[in-house]
């Protein structure tokens, strides 16, 4: 089981530019969330997605999109980059069911800098 | 609304000894508490998680955390550090949501440090 992997690794931008971040989950999951972690912080929520939608969103403005493909990986795109998004980002899978909590996976994150 | 707070932004132990890394928490609703650990360069893995049952649980690597309602605390304990140890860990609390099975979001602390020493 190859758990969740992210695409690319790293990844330097310039300001005002776009960006595409990738992931896949884990086999048998089928929600993905994405978090930003900024130096020296926790990760912060951006938004979830299942059955292709976005379910939940965080404190994030618009600039911030995503996309889930009918097999489950996702996309985060980020427009009008500014050097404050420069961070980890993470993305995260689970399976939906019945039971009251399910385990969030996490991937090894994409580093983005933004110049 | 619901937060964390990670007391301690550094913590540092000899090996063999014990550790306690503490966390408060504040939840609206009867929180899900977890308590993650983040190794230079890798993802972030699951050590232990509370959702109702047995106030007191226990994690992988010989972790384990209390969790007091009264003190809304959810500390992290170890009887003796190892030098493998050391990493950024993370309290986090989720929210059960309307309906059971969705992933509620995670909010995550600011970290704590644990450094350990020969």
């Known amino acids: 089981d190859a758990g969740v992997t992210q695409s690319p690794t790293h990844l330097i931008k310039t300001r005002g530019q776009q960006v595409t971040l990738r992931c896949s989950p884990k086999?048998?999951?089928?929600?993905v969330s994405w978090y930003q972690q900024a130096l020296g912080q926790g990760p912060q929520f951006i938004f979830q997605y299942y059955e292709e939608e976005e379910r939940q969103r965080g404190n994030f403005p618009d600039r911030f999109s995503g996309h889930q493909f009918p097999n489950y990986s996702s996309e985060l795109n980020v427009n009008a980059l500014l050097l404050g998004d420069s961070a980890l980002y993470l993305c995260a899978s689970s399976i939906r069911s019945g039971a009251t909590y399910n385990e969030q996976f996490f991937g090894p994150g994409t580093r983005l800098t933004v110049l | 609304a619901q937060s964390v707070t990670q007391l301690d932004s550094h913590v540092s132990v000899s090996e063999g000894t014990p550790v306690l890394l503490r966390c408060n928490y504040s939840s609206s609703y009867s929180p899900s508490l977890f308590w993650y650990v983040q190794h230079p360069n890798k993802g972030l893995q699951l050590l232990l998680k509370y959702t109702s049952a047995a106030t007191l649980v226990k994690g992988i690597n010989g972790f384990e955390a209390e969790f007091k309602k009264s003190e809304t605390s959810f500390h992290l304990t170890k009887p003796s550090a190892h030098m493998s140890d050391a990493a950024e860990y993370f309290c986090?609390?989720?929210?059960?949501?309307?309906?059971?099975?969705?992933?509620?979001?995670?909010?995550f602390g600011t970290g704590t440090r644990l450094q350990v020493t020969l």
């Open positions: 986090v609390v989720s929210d059960r949501m309307a309906f059971s099975g969705t992933a509620s979001k995670l909010t």
């Open positions: 086999s048998g999951h089928d929600t």
